[in-house]
RNA sequence: GGUCGGGUAGCUCAGCUGGAUAGAGCAACAGCCUUCUAAGCUGUGGGUCAAGGGUUCGAAUCCCUUCCCGAUCACCA
């Protein structure tokens, strides 16, 4: 039991004791001090002014009172208005730094065989170009949810559905069979999914030419588009990879592989996996079946012209496609076949499908459907939606070549760290390995950072004239301070200091030691907040603040030249365990911290 | 037009289950390295929390109206 859940049922105690009424939890509002009053924790005392009848100032007095005097950890108390500020013990405090460093595990639950499965789906690609910075943000959010979720106790299935047919795919395949010359990427050295998107550039830069020129000829616009003899052989091609044709599918099969070893490379180097894929091409016909299935219950409707419908009016939204005219699949249909397939290998609890807002309106239909088509589960699925990723200039389009790409990007930061670590000098005696090893943590960590301390709900601005810093609320900022600190420990380990298991709790600690003790202390519950709020965000903060208060501890005391040896065994572990919830945090957010820097 | 988001310092963002004088970083300016890593620390300036109304002892936070921005309502995924 921490602190202010000891304190909470005290406050309690004393108000009915006091004025006879029994508080709840939403009454009982108790947060740390701000830091220009003196005290380490508040109470407001409003909501009990109604009780007790009395001044604000009069009932802060005596809830005080009764906590001093029932409360161990209280030492004193004073009041300002309504705001009832105590002083704890700074024996509290020590102690609660010595059940931290008990805790190897401490702030995260280890998920038992009996605790829920959640499974997340991110990351989710198509299989026609390289990977941009909105997937990055797709894939960094759900990997960390991942982390959290299983911080918080529960099993975690990580899984991801690949887009690997349609439409799009056969623009990459036609555009390579007419320009590509065979072009591989052993040919020409380009990482396969690179070599696949350039050449979904090349059908759209050709479609375009072709559009123009019909409609020079008088066409309209939508004929045109329609008519276009690219566009025409395109939709060919997916006509022949739905019957199978053995040319085709061989093709497929072909570009596909190029495409998923490039994948798995940039996956490999954002650090994010999948327990689980499913592939689309997989998945749709059982989504067919199951349309069908709807259609012969009456859950559906089928159209003159053939095509299947889904009626939504009765919810509030519209008429909704699942089936073309000549049979052929949309997006819902596979996500309707995909979720059925899930929930046949795994026994979920929940479903989690990490995917951007603008799809919002997706989710809230594949939930009808699924609870209509007899999943009980549909209703519960949960739609992490989050913000997109802007430009300056706006929305990323892959076509009009604003897409920041993620291995340019990854590239780009590691560059800038170890351009910025040269610079600085301070790995002179190591070698080039450790040097671009290094570069490659603070790098990516800043991009990593950069990306999650947003609100996931919320769009991002990313300004790519203007490189991701390393100074201030950063990645490396974090990772810089875990660093100082190995550096502290490091040294005293060259003195011989020995460091105790278990520090005396007589021992006296200033405010700022105290204080810093609090903020460590709240860790659990941040990572209790972070999952039950799905926001990687809030971690991410709280790291921060937690060093920017430790930086400025480290700079106002001395660790290594504190003369009394019990203190400075005391500082030793308390920079240790600030090292080791800021490795912990940033594990969380699946950011590595470096040991020097 | 319907639905759903959002608008906080010059810029990027916290704060939003109502609590004290609205916070950080960047940018600007001024200090701090013979002392544990200056990717750091300290300070200054910078705000009509989009606007108006309401609820409340108390509103950036909750409710209503208006304005602005975005997403979506595809036989794309």
Known sequence: MNIEEKLSAVVKAAVSALYGIEADDKSVQLSATRKEFEGDLTLVVFPFLK????????????????LVANASEVEKFNVVKGFLNMVIKKGHWVSALNNILADDNFGKKTPTPESPLYMVEYSSPNTNKPLHLGHVRNNLLGSSLCRILEACGLRVVKTNIVNDRGIHICKSMLAWKLFGNGETPESSGKKGDHLVGDYYVKF??????????????????????????????????LKKWEDGDAEVRALWEKMNN??????????????????????????????????????????????????????????????????????????????????????????????????????????????????????????????????MVELPEGKMKSREGTVVDADDLMDKMVEDAKQMSLELGKLQDCSEAEVDEVARICGLGALKYFILKVDPRKNMMFDPKESIDFNGNTGPFIQYTHARICSVLRKAAEMGITLPNKLNEDLQISDTEGMLIQSLASYP?????????????????????????????????????????????????????????VKSGMGLLGIEVPERM
């Open 525 to 581: 519950d941040v990572v209790a907040q972070a999952g039950k709020e799905f926001s990687p965000a809030l971690i991410a903060n709280y790291i921060y603040d937690l060093v920017k208060q430790f930086n400025s501890f480290y700079h106002d005391f001395s660790i290594l030249k504190e003369g009394n040896e019990d203190v400075r065994a005391f500082r030793l572990l308390l920079s240790k365990s600030v090292a080791k919830v």
């Open 258 to 387: 190029w495409v998923y070893a490039g994948f798995d490379e940039t996956y490999k180097r954002m650090g994010v996996s999948f327990d689980k894929i499913y592939y689309e091409s997989q998945t749709y016909l059982d989504g067919k079946a199951k349309v069908n299935e709807g259609l012969e219950k009456g859950v559906f409707y089928r159209r003159e012209d053939g095509s299947v419908w889904a009626d939504l009016t009765k919810d509030g939204l519209d008429e909704k496609l699942l089936l073309r005219a000549d049979g052929t699949s949309v997006y819902m249909t596979q996500d309707i076949g995909t979720a059925q397939q899930r929930f046949r290998d795994y026994d979920i609890s929940r479903m989690i499908y990490v995917v951007g807002n603008e799809q919002n309106y997706h989710f809230q239909v594949l939930s009808i459907l699924l609870d209509r088509l007899g999943f009980k589960w549909g209703k519960d699925l949960v739609h992490f939606s989050y913000g």
């Open 51 to 66: 009780a007790s009848k009395k001044k604000p100032e009069e009932t802060a007095q005596e809830i005080g009172d009764y």
């Open 204 to 237: 759209d830069k050709e479609y375009r030419a072709q559009v123009k020129e019909l409609m020079s000829q008088g066409q309209s616009e939508e004929d045109a588009k329609k008519n276009a003899p690219l566009m025409v052989e395109a939709q060919q091609m």
